[in-house]
């Protein structure tokens, strides 16, 4: 089931122009830096967008020129873990693995997950409960399930699903964020 849907969901992702990408996503970054959680969130740890995903980059770059401590995680493939580093500059970052940016090794600067006060997720399919289906390595699942800071998710409308079937190691997000509205998924 998640697989199919997965597979529906990422094909209508892939078709939407680079124009598109960019409006929906400047859309979804000002109602999360309207937040409240996003403007008391002393760390906030990014996704670095790829593959037609709501787009983090400005979202990033902002943050750093503001002066909002950063962090991005970077993929360990051997168990299926997210190591996180801090990110002082854009230019640290170079292709690492899935062809995702990620710090340079010599720049990476390892940070706790309990230094953390907000994870901004990404996702393939959302649900209003906060139940989400990525791309199936399990990667944030893990990562979440190791984290008291708040999650929000950012996606496109289409990419909310009125169920996603949840499976006992997935971890529900807080909040999710489109270019039309901010869903509470405790409420």
Not at 37 to 47: C, G, I, P, Q
Not at 62 to 67: H, L, P, Q
Request: charged share 40%.
């Amino acid at each position: 089931m998640k697989n199919k849907l997965r597979k529906e969901l990422l094909e209508k992702r892939e078709k939407l122009s680079k124009e598109e990408v960019a409006e929906k996503s400047k859309q979804i970054k000002e109602r999360l830096f309207e937040l409240r959680e996003f403007k008391k969130a002393s760390t906030v740890l990014f996704y670095v967008s790829y593959d037609n995903e709501v787009n983090t980059h400005e979202m990033i770059k902002e943050c750093i020129s503001t002066g909002k401590n950063i962090a991005v995680p970077i993929t360990n493939k051997k168990d299926r873990s997210l190591e996180l580093s801090k990110l002082e500059k854009w230019d640290d970052l170079t292709s690492g693995s899935y062809g995702i940016l990620e710090p340079k090794k010599e720049k990476i600067k390892e940070i706790e997950i309990n230094e953390i006060d907000l994870i901004i997720v990404p996702g393939v399919g959302f649900d209003k409960n906060g139940n989400r289906i990525g791309h199936g390595k399990g990667y944030y699942d893990k990562l979440l399930k190791n984290s008291k800071a708040s999650s929000i998710a950012l996606a496109f409308e289409f990419q909310i699903l009125e169920r996603i079937p949840a499976e006992k190691r997935d971890v529900p997000i807080d909040k999710i964020i489109t270019e039309k509205r901010v869903i509470d998924s405790k409420n």
